[in-house]
């Protein structure tokens, strides 16, 4: 596994040419204890890739190396810092760096896996699915988040539109 970079709490998964980058606010506390993204058993994220066909089968989160086998690359706001939204400091969002290597591997789409963090880039209210803001040509999309926390927010209909959205690119 690549070592994350130094202060990182979860290694970037980037590269050039990839169809979708999926972002994060932070890691949570288990992904942070495991190293792996989207690893606690209550988080939809790994389910919700397969159920709406980005992936040919569901992955664990010990797997996450393996999706830019399928285009699909990871990333978070806040790379140095892990737990909820609420227990994050006020300036642990790093958008200027997200922007930056968003435009250095150019993926087609950018799905922020929380409204929470589309607004922390956005800087405004934002509602689910395709947005009218670029970065640099790619596209951005947000999701409801997958985490058990955000249940009473969740639909799989928004990540199904998703990856009907990334078939057409």
Known sequence: MPRPTEGHILPDVLRPGL??????????????????????????????????????????????????DYGI????????????????????????????????????MLAFTSKHAARALLDRAVNYGLQDNTIAGTQLFVLPSPSGQARGHWSLAPWQALSDSVRRL
């Not at 058993?41 to 066909?53: D, I, S």
């Not at 737990?83 to 435009?103: C, M, R, S, T, Y």
Request: charge should be positive.
């Open 19 to 68: 169809r979708l980058v999926f972002c994060g606010t932070a890691a949570g506390k288990r992904s942070a204890a495991e190293r792996a993204y989207y690893a606690h058993p209550g988080n939809m994220f790994w389910r919700a890739l397969f159920e709406v066909g980005l992936t040919p089968r569901q992955l664990a989160p010990t797997e996450f190396l393996l999706l830019p």
């Open 73 to 108: 690359g990871l990333t978070d706001l806040a790379k140095r810092h892990a737990g909820n939204d609420n227990e994050l400091p006020q300036d642990a969002f790093e958008v200027p760096a997200l922007i930056a290597k968003i435009e250095r591997h150019a993926p087609r």
